[in-house]
């Protein structure tokens, strides 16, 4: 894949600049293009056969929907943490299985929104869901239907689309409490099939991706064949940066905190040179990021150097930029690049 094109914005001084650590070893993985939102228009004479469309992942924060989208893609399209709210802007992931693909829709959680953002982010996982082929609800099974599940179900009895349930993380529940909440909850909403899994040890994906391959509507490929995402890699090494900040800062940095990638470039040796902004809103949020003599600052270099380097298969050099954005949660360019509605 071709690194995207080098737009380095005049007049930006770094304010903070670790040194370049030594590119990381590269494996072969799929490629992930930097195809638009939209996808390309499908020559018909292609559909005999095929099936393909969009499913949309919803459920309450951390219920495993990023966790499930990467096994059944079998690899890193979306990220993962254990603080609420990680995924915001909507990522596709992309898998074949036979004649059918299916485009996997990672949506924000769903809660009780208070402030813009996590409004912005509630209002795009119900779009999702209302727009796609088929609707699949992730229940964490050790929460079973709190307030959050119990209102997600109510609003799924108006969303008309084929609709799966699966009870997430069963390894960590009994299976009478398990059967229980799989009635409890067709009890409310009417779903097609329930599916019982544990993703992180791969239990049941094989069955939701057979299953999922089938549910899809007959038509042509929507996508490349050997396409795993749509997410620009750009985006995607934001976001695997994003992610290593908020694995080594999961109670010291508060949740508004996000990393834009300002320029990339290829280097003679085909190597990239990636300029990241961790843009945080106060003065003493930077502190945290950079930690004591830069050490927090280089571990998060390291950690995300390696992983983009694995998924743009090239070694890359990477250059982090701490920032002060007071109350970017209100800058409507924010929203627009992260795919959102800044509307109140």
Known sequence: MSAPADKNPAGQNPEHRPDAATPAETKDTPAITDAPATPPAADPATADGNRAGFVALIGAPNAGKSTLVNALVGAKVSIVTHKVQTTRAIVRGIFMDEGSQVILVDTPGIFDPRRRLDRAMVKTAWSSAYDADHVCLLIDARRGIDAANAAILEELT????????????????????????????????????TFMISAQEGSGVADIRRHLAAVVPAGPWLYPEDQISDIPMRQLAAEITREQLTLRLHDELPYSATVETETWKTLRDGSARIEQAIFVEREGQKKIVIGEKGATIRAISMAARQQIASMSGAPVHLFLFVKVRPRWTDDPERYREMGLDYSK
Not at 161 to 190: G, Q
Request: proline fraction near 8%; hydrophobic fraction near 45%; charge should be neutral.
């Open 158 to 193: 108006s969303v008309r689309m084929p609709k799966t349930l699966i009870l997430t993380k069963i390894d960590l529940v009994d299976p009478p409490t398990l059967l229980k909440l799989a009635e409890d909850a067709n009890k409310v909403t009417a779903f097609g099939d």
